[in-house]
């Protein structure tokens, strides 16, 4: 059984950082692409930001780049969000991602980050 299982979401204030964690079993960790994604109230859900099986490639919407970066250690099968100079646009339920190229797509639970002005 698939799980993934994020945390280290909660209140911060405007221009501070929070780290997200997802730890992963149940899959072969090293084998899956893993993303972020979020969800505002009352708007769908979108990318964050991904990183490849390796860790050797990196994608991040345009909204984030330059403040949050995506990491993984394969070893631990977790995934990190490091989310620099927040804003209150950045407030939502941030979910976590494992896609396979074979077919295999899993989500987390989702996290609360919000963000206060």
């Known amino acids: 059984q698939v799980q993934l299982v994020e945390s280290g979401g909660g209140l911060a204030q405007a221009g501070n950082s929070l780290r997200l964690s997802c730890a992963a079993s149940?899959?072969?960790?090293?084998?899956?692409?893993m993303g972020w994604f979020r969800q505002a109230p009352g708007k769908e859900r979108e990318f964050v930001a991904a990183i490849s099986w390796s860790g050797g490639r990196t994608d991040y919407a345009d909204s984030v780049k330059g403040r949050f970066t995506i990491s993984r250690d394969n070893a631990k099968n977790t995934v990190y969000l490091q989310m620099n100079s927040l804003k209150p646009e950045d407030t939502a339920v941030y979910y976590c991602?494992?896609?396979?190229?074979?077919?295999?797509?899993?989500w987390g639970q989702g996290t609360q980050v919000t963000v206060s002005s």
């Open positions: 149940g899959l072969t960790f090293s084998t899956y692409n």
């Open positions: 991602n494992a896609r396979s190229s074979i077919g295999g797509n899993y």
